[in-house]
């Protein structure tokens, strides 16, 4: 899944993609009165991987509502978190697609060039699929 692709895949949604200062987070989603939004930052400019990454994370938590607040307990905001990555990592980091790019001898950086992500999911989606196993 192409950064264009989740972009379109959010407005489909009707989920509201706008541009923000979160350097600190580089992203966040949330749910107000019923309705689904996403922040990007935009104080400083991503490569096309990295902001495909935060996307299709925030996409993760808003498609299967997985919301929490600075109250929630930790160990929900993880299980939250992991939820939102495994997301991405199915829909943007096909495992066939994966293991043919290592099975021909890519190093990880390169694939996730080639998928359009980062170097850091490309390290996740194989502990995921290996750990579906």
């Not at 192409?2 to 379109?8: D, W």
């Not at 938590?61 to 939820?83: N, P, Q, W």
Request: some cysteine.
């Amino acid at each position: 899944m192409t950064l264009n692709e989740l972009y379109r895949l959010a407005e489909d949604k009707g989920i509201d993609v706008s541009a923000f200062p979160l350097p600190e987070s580089g992203s966040l989603a949330l749910e107000l009165n019923g309705r689904q939004y996403i922040g990007m930052d935009s104080s400083r400019r991503y490569p096309a991987g990295e902001e495909a990454a935060h996307l299709g994370h925030e996409l993760g938590h808003c498609l299967y509502g997985g919301f929490y607040s600075e109250k929630t307990a930790r160990d929900t905001i993880m299980r939250h978190e992991v939820r939102a990555d495994k997301w991405y990592i199915e829909n943007a980091i096909p495992q066939s697609e994966l293991r043919k790019l290592l099975a021909n001898g890519y190093e990880l950086w390169e694939i996730a060039e080639i998928m359009g992500t980062t170097e850091a999911y490309i390290q996740k989606a194989c502990v995921y699929y290996e750990s579906k196993e």
